[in-house]
Protein backbone atom coordinates (compact mmCIF):
# COMPACT_ATOMS: atom_id res chain seq x y z
CA UNK A 1 0.00 0.00 0.00
CA UNK A 2 0.97 3.47 -1.36
CA UNK A 3 2.12 5.93 2.06
CA UNK A 4 0.43 8.83 2.36
CA UNK A 5 2.77 11.33 0.79
CA UNK A 6 2.78 9.11 -2.43
CA UNK A 7 -0.88 9.09 -2.59
CA UNK A 8 -1.00 12.72 -4.05
CA UNK A 9 1.20 11.96 -6.85
CA UNK A 10 -0.81 8.91 -7.82
CA UNK A 11 -3.96 11.08 -8.25
CA UNK A 12 -2.44 13.53 -10.02
CA UNK A 13 -0.55 10.92 -12.14
CA UNK A 14 -4.58 9.99 -12.83
CA UNK A 15 -5.80 13.12 -13.57
CA UNK A 16 -2.88 13.49 -16.02
CA UNK A 17 -3.36 10.33 -17.96
CA UNK A 18 -6.94 11.46 -18.75
CA UNK A 19 -6.32 14.92 -19.66
CA UNK A 20 -3.58 14.65 -21.61
CA UNK A 21 -4.68 12.24 -23.54
CA UNK A 22 -7.18 14.16 -25.57
CA UNK A 23 -5.29 16.53 -28.40
CA UNK A 24 -5.68 20.47 -27.89
CA UNK A 25 -5.44 23.02 -30.75
CA UNK A 26 -2.63 25.34 -30.02
CA UNK A 27 -1.43 27.27 -33.28
CA UNK A 28 -3.40 24.92 -35.53
CA UNK A 29 -0.64 22.66 -34.17
CA UNK A 30 -1.66 19.03 -32.31
CA UNK A 31 -0.34 19.06 -28.79
CA UNK A 32 -0.50 17.33 -25.80
CA UNK A 33 0.70 20.57 -23.81
CA UNK A 34 3.94 19.44 -22.92
CA UNK A 35 6.70 20.58 -20.26
CA UNK A 36 9.06 18.01 -21.15
CA UNK A 37 10.48 16.96 -24.10
CA UNK A 38 10.59 13.18 -25.24
CA UNK A 39 14.01 13.34 -25.76
CA UNK A 40 15.07 13.18 -22.28
CA UNK A 41 14.53 9.68 -22.22
CA UNK A 42 17.71 9.24 -24.34
CA UNK A 43 20.79 7.98 -22.81
CA UNK A 44 23.56 10.56 -21.73
CA UNK A 45 25.64 9.31 -24.15
CA UNK A 46 23.02 9.18 -26.92
CA UNK A 47 21.88 12.33 -26.02
CA UNK A 48 25.75 13.90 -26.43
CA UNK A 49 26.03 12.32 -29.98
CA UNK A 50 22.56 13.65 -30.80
CA UNK A 51 23.08 17.03 -29.74
CA UNK A 52 27.00 17.14 -30.80
CA UNK A 53 25.84 20.79 -32.45
CA UNK A 54 24.68 21.86 -28.61
CA UNK A 55 27.48 20.76 -27.18
CA UNK A 56 30.03 22.29 -29.48
CA UNK A 57 28.18 25.78 -29.02
CA UNK A 58 28.46 25.26 -25.52
CA UNK A 59 32.20 24.99 -25.32
CA UNK A 60 32.48 27.53 -27.89
CA UNK A 61 30.69 29.82 -25.04
CA UNK A 62 32.70 28.71 -22.58
CA UNK A 63 35.84 29.71 -24.01
CA UNK A 64 35.65 33.31 -22.15
CA UNK A 65 36.28 31.88 -18.66
CA UNK A 66 39.96 30.85 -19.59
CA UNK A 67 40.15 34.49 -19.22
CA UNK A 68 38.79 33.98 -15.76
CA UNK A 69 41.08 31.18 -14.62
CA UNK A 70 43.93 33.32 -16.15
CA UNK A 71 42.75 36.54 -14.28
CA UNK A 72 42.37 34.19 -11.09
CA UNK A 73 45.92 31.96 -11.62
CA UNK A 74 47.91 35.52 -12.40
CA UNK A 75 46.10 37.06 -9.21
CA UNK A 76 47.48 34.58 -7.27
CA UNK A 77 50.59 33.79 -8.99
CA UNK A 78 52.15 37.20 -9.87
CA UNK A 79 52.17 39.01 -6.40
CA UNK A 80 55.11 36.66 -5.80
CA UNK A 81 56.92 37.69 -9.14
CA UNK A 82 60.26 39.66 -8.58
CA UNK A 83 59.58 41.64 -11.73
CA UNK A 84 56.03 42.65 -10.30
CA UNK A 85 57.23 43.32 -7.11
CA UNK A 86 59.58 45.67 -8.21
CA UNK A 87 57.65 47.64 -10.05
CA UNK A 88 54.07 47.50 -7.82
CA UNK A 89 56.31 47.32 -4.32
CA UNK A 90 57.57 50.13 -1.68
CA UNK A 91 60.49 50.59 0.24
CA UNK A 92 60.73 47.89 3.09
CA UNK A 93 63.81 49.10 4.44
CA UNK A 94 67.66 48.34 3.81
CA UNK A 95 66.92 48.54 0.22
CA UNK A 96 64.20 45.73 0.37
CA UNK A 97 60.93 46.14 -1.82
CA UNK A 98 57.66 44.80 -0.81
CA UNK A 99 54.40 44.63 -1.69
CA UNK A 100 51.82 47.04 0.10
CA UNK A 101 49.79 44.69 2.12
CA UNK A 102 46.75 47.07 1.67
CA UNK A 103 46.56 47.14 -2.02
CA UNK A 104 47.43 43.45 -2.13
CA UNK A 105 44.23 42.70 -0.09
CA UNK A 106 42.66 45.93 -2.41
CA UNK A 107 43.41 44.30 -5.87
CA UNK A 108 41.63 41.33 -4.79
CA UNK A 109 38.60 42.71 -3.55
CA UNK A 110 38.21 44.72 -6.88
CA UNK A 111 37.64 41.57 -9.13
CA UNK A 112 34.27 41.32 -6.70
CA UNK A 113 33.77 44.81 -6.45
CA UNK A 114 33.45 44.56 -10.23
CA UNK A 115 31.59 41.70 -10.38
CA UNK A 116 29.27 43.51 -8.52
CA UNK A 117 28.96 46.57 -10.33
CA UNK A 118 27.67 44.10 -13.32
CA UNK A 119 24.90 42.55 -11.52
CA UNK A 120 23.68 45.83 -10.46
CA UNK A 121 22.50 45.74 -14.14
CA UNK A 122 23.40 42.88 -16.13
CA UNK A 123 19.93 41.48 -15.44
CA UNK A 124 18.06 44.26 -16.97
CA UNK A 125 20.70 44.10 -20.07
CA UNK A 126 20.30 40.40 -20.64
CA UNK A 127 16.20 40.78 -20.74
CA UNK A 128 16.42 43.76 -22.95
CA UNK A 129 19.03 42.79 -25.57
CA UNK A 130 20.17 39.59 -25.41
CA UNK A 131 22.37 37.04 -23.98
CA UNK A 132 24.31 37.02 -27.16
CA UNK A 133 24.86 41.13 -26.78
CA UNK A 134 26.04 40.35 -23.26
CA UNK A 135 28.88 38.73 -24.14
CA UNK A 136 30.20 41.20 -26.25
CA UNK A 137 29.46 43.09 -23.18
CA UNK A 138 31.77 40.89 -21.04
CA UNK A 139 34.31 41.22 -23.99
CA UNK A 140 34.44 45.09 -24.01
CA UNK A 141 35.29 45.23 -20.17
CA UNK A 142 37.75 42.28 -20.76
CA UNK A 143 39.45 43.96 -23.37
CA UNK A 144 39.34 47.47 -21.79
CA UNK A 145 40.84 45.50 -18.50
CA UNK A 146 43.51 43.71 -20.71
CA UNK A 147 44.81 47.15 -21.88
CA UNK A 148 45.38 48.29 -17.97
CA UNK A 149 47.10 45.08 -17.01
CA UNK A 150 49.61 45.84 -20.08
CA UNK A 151 50.11 49.44 -19.52
CA UNK A 152 50.08 49.23 -15.76
CA UNK A 153 53.17 51.28 -13.68
CA UNK A 154 51.52 52.32 -10.44
CA UNK A 155 49.47 50.12 -8.30
CA UNK A 156 46.24 52.57 -8.65
CA UNK A 157 45.96 51.39 -12.91
CA UNK A 158 46.65 47.88 -11.95
CA UNK A 159 43.49 47.95 -9.69
CA UNK A 160 41.69 49.94 -12.48
CA UNK A 161 42.82 46.53 -14.44
CA UNK A 162 41.20 44.32 -11.51
CA UNK A 163 37.81 46.35 -11.51
CA UNK A 164 37.62 46.17 -15.20
CA UNK A 165 38.40 42.36 -15.58
CA UNK A 166 35.48 41.37 -12.45
CA UNK A 167 33.11 43.49 -14.51
CA UNK A 168 33.85 41.18 -17.42
CA UNK A 169 33.69 38.13 -15.25
CA UNK A 170 30.59 39.02 -13.81
CA UNK A 171 29.08 39.24 -17.11
CA UNK A 172 30.38 35.77 -17.61
CA UNK A 173 29.31 34.32 -14.67
CA UNK A 174 25.54 35.36 -15.25
CA UNK A 175 25.23 35.30 -18.95
CA UNK A 176 26.92 32.02 -19.89
CA UNK A 177 25.57 29.95 -17.27
CA UNK A 178 21.82 30.80 -18.00
CA UNK A 179 22.31 30.34 -21.61
CA UNK A 180 23.80 26.72 -21.50
CA UNK A 181 21.17 25.94 -18.98
CA UNK A 182 18.56 27.06 -21.70
CA UNK A 183 19.67 25.51 -24.96
CA UNK A 184 21.25 22.26 -23.55
CA UNK A 185 18.81 18.93 -23.35
CA UNK A 186 18.30 17.95 -19.44
CA UNK A 187 20.18 15.00 -19.52
CA UNK A 188 23.35 16.62 -20.34
CA UNK A 189 22.73 20.37 -18.79
CA UNK A 190 24.58 19.84 -15.33
CA UNK A 191 27.61 18.63 -17.26
CA UNK A 192 27.71 21.21 -19.54
CA UNK A 193 27.16 24.01 -17.15
CA UNK A 194 30.17 22.50 -15.14
CA UNK A 195 31.92 22.17 -17.80
CA UNK A 196 33.36 26.28 -17.96
CA UNK A 197 35.48 25.38 -14.53
CA UNK A 198 36.96 23.24 -17.14
CA UNK A 199 38.07 26.00 -19.58
CA UNK A 200 38.66 28.24 -15.93
CA UNK A 201 41.10 25.34 -14.61
CA UNK A 202 42.94 25.57 -18.00
CA UNK A 203 43.47 29.42 -18.09
CA UNK A 204 44.96 29.01 -14.47
CA UNK A 205 47.35 26.15 -15.52
CA UNK A 206 48.49 28.32 -18.29
CA UNK A 207 49.44 31.18 -16.37
CA UNK A 208 50.80 29.18 -13.15
CA UNK A 209 52.77 27.38 -15.66
CA UNK A 210 53.59 30.73 -16.89
CA UNK A 211 54.48 32.17 -13.74
CA UNK A 212 56.32 29.57 -12.16
CA UNK A 213 59.24 29.68 -15.82
CA UNK A 214 59.65 33.52 -15.51
CA UNK A 215 59.99 33.15 -12.17
CA UNK A 216 63.01 31.04 -12.50
CA UNK A 217 64.01 32.18 -16.07
CA UNK A 218 63.24 35.98 -16.13
CA UNK A 219 62.15 36.66 -12.48
CA UNK A 220 61.83 40.07 -13.71
CA UNK A 221 59.35 40.05 -16.56
CA UNK A 222 56.01 39.31 -15.42
CA UNK A 223 54.15 41.26 -18.13
CA UNK A 224 54.97 37.82 -20.89
CA UNK A 225 52.24 36.77 -18.99
CA UNK A 226 50.07 39.55 -19.26
CA UNK A 227 50.50 39.08 -22.75
CA UNK A 228 49.24 36.09 -23.07
CA UNK A 229 45.96 37.22 -22.15
CA UNK A 230 45.38 38.66 -25.55
CA UNK A 231 45.08 35.31 -27.31
CA UNK A 232 41.51 33.59 -25.19
CA UNK A 233 40.38 36.97 -25.70
CA UNK A 234 40.67 36.83 -29.62
CA UNK A 235 39.43 33.60 -29.31
CA UNK A 236 36.42 34.03 -27.58
CA UNK A 237 35.36 36.89 -29.77
CA UNK A 238 35.71 34.87 -32.55
CA UNK A 239 33.30 32.11 -31.09
CA UNK A 240 30.69 34.30 -29.75
CA UNK A 241 30.11 35.37 -33.19
CA UNK A 242 28.77 32.14 -34.79
CA UNK A 243 26.73 31.59 -31.74
CA UNK A 244 23.10 31.98 -32.08
CA UNK A 245 20.59 33.47 -29.62
CA UNK A 246 19.19 31.58 -27.13
CA UNK A 247 15.52 30.56 -28.19
CA UNK A 248 14.09 30.83 -24.66
CA UNK A 249 14.84 34.78 -24.93
CA UNK A 250 13.12 35.10 -28.18
CA UNK A 251 10.00 33.18 -26.37
CA UNK A 252 9.78 35.45 -23.27
CA UNK A 253 9.36 38.36 -25.78
CA UNK A 254 6.42 36.21 -28.19
CA UNK A 255 9.09 36.43 -31.06
CA UNK A 256 7.96 32.57 -31.87
CA UNK A 257 9.74 32.98 -35.62
CA UNK A 258 13.01 34.30 -34.08
CA UNK A 259 12.71 31.32 -31.38
CA UNK A 260 12.44 28.70 -33.98
CA UNK A 261 15.28 30.37 -36.18
CA UNK A 262 17.60 29.89 -33.39
CA UNK A 263 16.23 25.98 -32.26
CA UNK A 264 16.72 25.31 -36.04
CA UNK A 265 20.50 26.80 -35.97
CA UNK A 266 20.93 24.85 -32.53
CA UNK A 267 19.00 21.22 -32.85
CA UNK A 268 18.58 21.66 -37.18
CA UNK A 269 21.08 18.20 -38.17
CA UNK A 270 18.58 16.35 -35.17
CA UNK A 271 16.87 13.93 -37.52
CA UNK A 272 12.95 13.95 -36.52
CA UNK A 273 13.56 17.06 -34.13
CA UNK A 274 9.69 18.59 -33.83
CA UNK A 275 10.49 22.38 -33.41
CA UNK A 276 6.89 22.93 -32.65
CA UNK A 277 6.81 20.25 -30.17
CA UNK A 278 9.64 21.88 -28.45
CA UNK A 279 8.66 25.70 -28.61
CA UNK A 280 5.69 24.99 -27.03
CA UNK A 281 7.36 23.32 -24.22
CA UNK A 282 9.29 26.15 -23.62
CA UNK A 283 6.43 28.78 -24.21
CA UNK A 284 4.02 26.40 -21.87
CA UNK A 285 6.96 26.63 -18.95
CA UNK A 286 7.60 30.14 -19.54
CA UNK A 287 3.24 30.76 -19.66
CA UNK A 288 3.41 28.87 -16.22
CA UNK A 289 5.95 31.32 -13.93
CA UNK A 290 3.98 34.20 -15.10
CA UNK A 291 1.17 32.71 -13.93
CA UNK A 292 2.59 32.48 -10.58
CA UNK A 293 4.10 35.66 -10.29
CA UNK A 294 0.76 37.65 -12.44
CA UNK A 295 3.20 40.03 -13.20
CA UNK A 296 6.75 41.01 -14.57
CA UNK A 297 9.81 39.54 -13.24
CA UNK A 298 11.23 41.58 -10.69
CA UNK A 299 14.24 40.98 -8.13
CA UNK A 300 11.41 41.44 -5.41
CA UNK A 301 10.11 38.00 -6.53
CA UNK A 302 12.51 35.72 -5.65
CA UNK A 303 12.71 36.51 -2.06
CA UNK A 304 8.68 35.49 -2.17
CA UNK A 305 6.92 32.62 -1.39
CA UNK A 306 8.70 29.11 -2.69
CA UNK A 307 11.00 31.55 -4.47
CA UNK A 308 12.90 32.33 -1.33
CA UNK A 309 13.83 28.93 -0.78
CA UNK A 310 15.03 28.44 -4.51
CA UNK A 311 17.22 31.87 -3.81
CA UNK A 312 18.62 30.89 -0.21
CA UNK A 313 19.35 27.34 -1.36
CA UNK A 314 21.71 28.41 -4.55
CA UNK A 315 23.00 31.48 -2.05
CA UNK A 316 23.90 28.75 0.07
CA UNK A 317 25.80 27.35 -2.66
CA UNK A 318 28.11 30.17 -3.15
CA UNK A 319 28.73 31.08 0.32
CA UNK A 320 30.23 27.69 0.49
CA UNK A 321 32.76 28.50 -1.57
CA UNK A 322 34.11 31.55 0.08
CA UNK A 323 33.62 30.15 3.75
CA UNK A 324 35.16 26.82 2.33
CA UNK A 325 38.96 28.27 1.80
CA UNK A 326 38.31 29.37 -1.70
CA UNK A 327 40.49 32.25 -0.74
CA UNK A 328 43.09 29.92 0.32
CA UNK A 329 43.25 27.39 -2.32
CA UNK A 330 43.06 30.20 -5.53
CA UNK A 331 43.53 33.87 -4.70
CA UNK A 332 46.45 33.32 -2.27
CA UNK A 333 47.91 30.20 -3.14
CA UNK A 334 50.93 30.68 -3.90
CA UNK A 335 51.59 33.12 -0.40
CA UNK A 336 49.75 30.34 1.25
CA UNK A 337 52.45 28.02 -0.34
CA UNK A 338 55.19 29.76 0.51
CA UNK A 339 54.45 30.35 4.26
CA UNK A 340 53.18 26.65 4.34
CA UNK A 341 57.36 25.97 3.27
CA UNK A 342 57.11 24.59 -0.11
CA UNK A 343 60.43 25.33 -1.63
CA UNK A 344 58.87 26.30 -5.32
CA UNK A 345 55.54 27.96 -4.20
CA UNK A 346 54.55 28.06 -7.59
CA UNK A 347 54.92 24.47 -8.33
CA UNK A 348 52.67 24.19 -5.55
CA UNK A 349 50.11 25.98 -7.61
CA UNK A 350 50.52 24.60 -11.28
CA UNK A 351 49.51 21.15 -8.94
CA UNK A 352 46.74 22.63 -7.19
CA UNK A 353 45.46 24.07 -10.86
CA UNK A 354 45.96 20.28 -12.56
CA UNK A 355 44.50 18.35 -9.51
CA UNK A 356 41.33 20.98 -9.94
CA UNK A 357 41.18 20.39 -13.58
CA UNK A 358 40.66 16.50 -12.85
CA UNK A 359 38.41 16.89 -10.34
CA UNK A 360 36.59 19.07 -12.55
CA UNK A 361 36.47 16.75 -15.56
CA UNK A 362 35.76 14.30 -13.40
CA UNK A 363 32.56 16.20 -12.14
CA UNK A 364 31.34 17.18 -15.54
CA UNK A 365 31.31 13.66 -17.11
CA UNK A 366 29.76 11.97 -14.10
CA UNK A 367 27.27 14.55 -12.65
CA UNK A 368 24.48 13.74 -15.17
CA UNK A 369 25.35 10.45 -14.51
CA UNK A 370 25.12 10.09 -10.50
CA UNK A 371 23.51 13.42 -9.98
CA UNK A 372 24.42 17.16 -8.12
CA UNK A 373 23.34 16.39 -4.77
CA UNK A 374 25.17 13.73 -3.48
CA UNK A 375 28.77 14.34 -5.58
CA UNK A 376 27.97 18.53 -4.40
CA UNK A 377 27.43 17.46 -0.14
CA UNK A 378 30.22 14.62 -0.31
CA UNK A 379 32.55 17.32 -1.89
CA UNK A 380 31.92 19.57 1.19
CA UNK A 381 31.97 17.09 3.78
CA UNK A 382 35.41 16.38 1.95
CA UNK A 383 36.27 19.94 2.55
CA UNK A 384 35.44 20.29 6.02
CA UNK A 385 37.85 17.36 6.68
CA UNK A 386 41.11 18.89 4.81
CA UNK A 387 40.45 22.35 5.94
CA UNK A 388 40.82 20.34 9.54
CA UNK A 389 44.21 18.20 8.70
CA UNK A 390 45.30 21.43 6.84
CA UNK A 391 45.34 23.16 9.92
CA UNK A 392 46.81 20.47 11.61
CA UNK A 393 49.83 20.64 9.42
CA UNK A 394 50.96 23.21 11.47
CA UNK A 395 52.36 20.94 14.11
CA UNK A 396 54.04 18.27 12.01
CA UNK A 397 56.54 20.86 10.34
CA UNK A 398 54.82 22.07 7.57
CA UNK A 399 56.11 25.65 7.96
CA UNK A 400 59.81 24.96 9.45
CA UNK A 401 60.78 22.70 6.18
CA UNK A 402 59.18 19.53 6.39
CA UNK A 403 58.84 19.04 2.64
CA UNK A 404 56.76 15.44 3.16
CA UNK A 405 53.76 17.68 5.48
CA UNK A 406 54.30 20.88 2.93
CA UNK A 407 53.76 18.75 0.16
CA UNK A 408 50.36 17.43 1.74
CA UNK A 409 48.78 20.91 1.72
CA UNK A 410 48.40 20.03 -2.33
CA UNK A 411 45.06 18.11 -2.18
CA UNK A 412 42.49 19.45 -4.36
CA UNK A 413 39.80 21.06 -2.71
CA UNK A 414 36.90 20.24 -4.11
CA UNK A 415 13.89 32.82 -11.78
CA UNK A 416 18.10 32.34 -13.59
CA UNK A 417 18.69 35.77 -15.07
CA UNK A 418 17.52 37.37 -11.71
CA UNK A 419 18.29 34.55 -9.29
CA UNK A 420 22.22 34.67 -10.58
CA UNK A 421 23.06 38.32 -9.45
CA UNK A 422 21.73 38.14 -6.59
CA UNK A 423 23.59 34.93 -5.66
CA UNK A 424 26.55 36.28 -7.39
CA UNK A 425 26.28 39.57 -5.28
CA UNK A 426 26.46 37.34 -2.10
CA UNK A 427 29.78 35.64 -3.51
CA UNK A 428 31.21 38.83 -4.01
CA UNK A 429 30.78 40.20 -0.82
CA UNK A 430 32.03 37.33 0.77
CA UNK A 431 34.51 37.47 -1.45
CA UNK A 432 35.70 40.78 -0.68
CA UNK A 433 35.58 40.08 3.07
CA UNK A 434 38.18 36.68 2.89
CA UNK A 435 40.44 38.94 0.67
CA UNK A 436 40.38 41.60 2.95
CA UNK A 437 40.57 38.76 6.13
CA UNK A 438 43.14 36.18 4.78
CA UNK A 439 46.41 37.61 4.28
CA UNK A 440 46.59 38.91 7.71
CA UNK A 441 45.33 35.57 9.12
CA UNK A 442 47.81 33.87 6.83
CA UNK A 443 50.43 36.09 8.30
CA UNK A 444 48.88 35.10 12.06
CA UNK A 445 48.08 31.48 11.94
CA UNK A 446 49.76 30.65 8.97
CA UNK A 447 48.23 26.91 8.11
CA UNK A 448 46.22 27.19 10.81
CA UNK A 449 44.11 29.65 9.18
CA UNK A 450 42.24 25.89 8.24
CA UNK A 451 40.89 26.04 11.26
CA UNK A 452 39.11 28.99 10.92
CA UNK A 453 37.50 28.38 7.42
CA UNK A 454 36.61 24.32 8.96
CA UNK A 455 34.51 26.05 11.50
CA UNK A 456 32.50 27.83 9.38
CA UNK A 457 32.21 25.51 6.58
CA UNK A 458 30.66 22.86 8.96
CA UNK A 459 27.48 24.00 9.54
CA UNK A 460 27.44 25.14 5.55
CA UNK A 461 27.62 21.23 4.81
CA UNK A 462 24.62 20.62 7.50
CA UNK A 463 22.33 23.22 5.49
CA UNK A 464 23.74 21.95 1.94
CA UNK A 465 22.27 18.16 3.16
CA UNK A 466 19.02 19.43 4.26
CA UNK A 467 18.11 22.27 1.06
CA UNK A 468 20.37 21.07 -1.64
CA UNK A 469 17.88 19.36 -4.02
CA UNK A 470 18.75 16.73 -7.19
CA UNK A 471 17.98 17.91 -10.34
CA UNK A 472 19.57 15.76 -12.90
CA UNK A 473 17.56 15.12 -16.07
CA UNK A 474 14.58 17.68 -14.42
CA UNK A 475 13.17 19.96 -16.84
CA UNK A 476 12.27 23.81 -15.69
CA UNK A 477 9.01 22.59 -15.38
CA UNK A 478 9.58 19.87 -13.38
CA UNK A 479 11.55 22.19 -10.55
CA UNK A 480 8.82 23.81 -10.54
CA UNK A 481 6.26 21.24 -9.51
CA UNK A 482 8.82 19.97 -6.89
CA UNK A 483 9.26 23.07 -5.22
CA UNK A 484 5.69 23.78 -5.18
CA UNK A 485 4.46 20.73 -3.65
CA UNK A 486 7.58 20.99 -0.95
CA UNK A 487 9.44 17.84 -1.98
CA UNK A 488 12.01 17.84 1.08
CA UNK A 489 15.18 17.76 -0.80
CA UNK A 490 16.13 14.18 -0.29
CA UNK A 491 13.29 12.78 -2.07
CA UNK A 492 13.52 14.60 -5.03
CA UNK A 493 15.41 12.05 -7.02
CA UNK A 494 12.54 9.49 -5.84
CA UNK A 495 9.52 11.27 -6.71
CA UNK A 496 7.56 11.09 -10.24
CA UNK A 497 6.75 14.25 -11.52
CA UNK A 498 3.25 14.86 -12.95
CA UNK A 499 5.46 16.49 -16.03
CA UNK A 500 7.40 13.14 -16.25
CA UNK A 501 4.06 10.88 -16.16
CA UNK A 502 2.41 13.39 -18.97
CA UNK A 503 5.50 12.88 -21.18
CA UNK A 504 5.29 8.82 -20.79
CA UNK A 505 1.68 9.58 -21.89
CA UNK A 506 2.18 11.35 -24.90
CA UNK A 507 5.60 8.83 -25.70
CA UNK A 508 2.71 5.88 -25.50
CA UNK A 509 0.02 8.03 -28.21
CA UNK A 510 2.35 9.66 -30.35
CA UNK A 511 5.51 7.59 -30.47
CA UNK A 512 8.95 8.05 -28.72
CA UNK A 513 12.47 8.63 -29.52
CA UNK A 514 14.77 5.38 -29.69
CA UNK A 515 18.56 5.37 -29.80
CA UNK A 516 20.32 2.84 -32.37
CA UNK A 517 23.86 2.29 -33.95
CA UNK A 518 24.69 5.85 -33.24
CA UNK A 519 21.75 7.93 -34.41
CA UNK A 520 18.24 8.65 -33.01
CA UNK A 521 15.26 7.85 -34.97
CA UNK A 522 11.49 9.11 -33.86
CA UNK A 523 9.34 5.95 -33.95
CA UNK A 524 5.73 6.31 -36.05
Not at 5 to 13: D, G, V, Y
Not at 65 to 75: S, T
Not at 126 to 139: C, H, P
Not at 469 to 484: F, H, M, V
Amino acid sequence: MASPAEKPEEEHRERTQADDIELSKVDGYDSYGLVKSRYDELSILSTLWVFKRVVLVSLAVYTGYVCEGFELGAGGSVVANAGFIKQFGTEAGAGVRALDPTWLSTWSALLNVGQIITFTHISWFADRFGRKTSFYLAWLWLVVGCVFLNTAKSPSVWALAKLCNGAGIGVLQITCQVYIMEICPNRIRGGMVTFQAVWSNIGSIIVSVMMQQLNQRHPDNYLLAMRILWAPIGLMIICWVIVPESPWFHARRGNKDEAIKSMKQLYGGVQGYDFEEEYGIIARTIEHERELLQETPRYVHIFKGLNLKRTLTVMLLAVCQQLGGLAIISTYSTYFFSLAGLADPFLGTVILSCCNLLAVMLWSFSTDKFGRRLIINTCQTFVCLILFIVGGLYWTGATTGNAAAGTGLVCPPVLYIKTGPVTFFTNSIMGIATCYATPPMLLALSVKAGFVYGAFSVPICILMWLYLPETKGRSAAEIDELYERKIPAWRWSRTVTAAEEQMHVVVQVKGGVKEGQGRRQVQA
